[in-house]
């Protein structure tokens, strides 16, 4: 079976000196009729040639840094998008611990601790606003939290929070979802806030 090829359309030069109607040969990208068109044109495109090849060099270097990110950056990164996402969800609501409102920094307090349960890093409804005075300097004060927590979202699921779970190691990709769906989160409370 016989395919026809497609009649290559005639460009202009892209020479203002030349302007001359030509049929691509190289490829369908050509810009030029001949090569000293090209060379003639040559010092203005410089400048757009050198940012595309500092571009490919970026990206390049950009893929080889993913590609040798340890797991624990992974972890960080997905980390930093989660608790964003709680800053912003609880922006209206005062400090879970100490229900004082000021204007001091903020942090993503969580209930049960990454440390003691590494599954709950990632679970909404064991971390919220908490300011900085209680969850540095008062370990968070768990108590207070407890009280509030029962509160906002019911003895139920505190005391699921407080049962035991299942292990959970989050593999780079399930990292890498995480990060980008709290993203996205992140990006709609923005919106609705605006």
């Known amino acids: 079976m016989r395919v026809a090829l497609k009649e290559v359309k005639a460009k202009k030069c892209k020479n203002p000196a030349c302007g001359v109607s030509f049929k691509p ?5 050509q810009k030029v009729c001949s090569w000293t068109c090209g060379l003639a044109i040559a010092p203005e495109n410089r400048e757009k040639a050198r940012k595309a090849i500092a571009e490919v060099g970026r990206k390049e270097i950009r893929a080889a840094k993913e590609r040798i990110k340890p797991r624990a950056q992974y972890v960080r990164e997905a980390q930093q998008a989660f608790n964003e996402w709680v800053r912003l969800r609880d922006s209206a609501l005062p400090c879970v611990s100490c229900g004082r409102h000021h204007e001091g920094q903020y942090h993503a307090g969580h209930y049960r601790t990454v440390g003691a349960n590494p ?7 064991n971390v919220h606003k908490q300011c900085a005075p209680c969850n540095n300097h008062k370990s968070g004060d768990i108590v207070n939290y407890r009280i509030t927590l029962v509160r906002r979202i019911g003895l139920e699921r505190v005391e699921w929070l407080e049962g035991p779970h299942e292990a959970k190691r989050y593999t780079i990709q399930e990292l890498q979802e995480i990060k980008a769906n709290y993203r996205a989160k992140t990006r709609e409370l923005k919106k609705e806030a605006a």
Do not use: D, K, N, V
């Not at 599954?119 to 409804?125: D, Q, S, V």
């Open 25 to 29: 040969s190289f490829s369908t990208a």
């Open 119 to 125: 599954e709950l890093r990632f679970e909404p409804l």
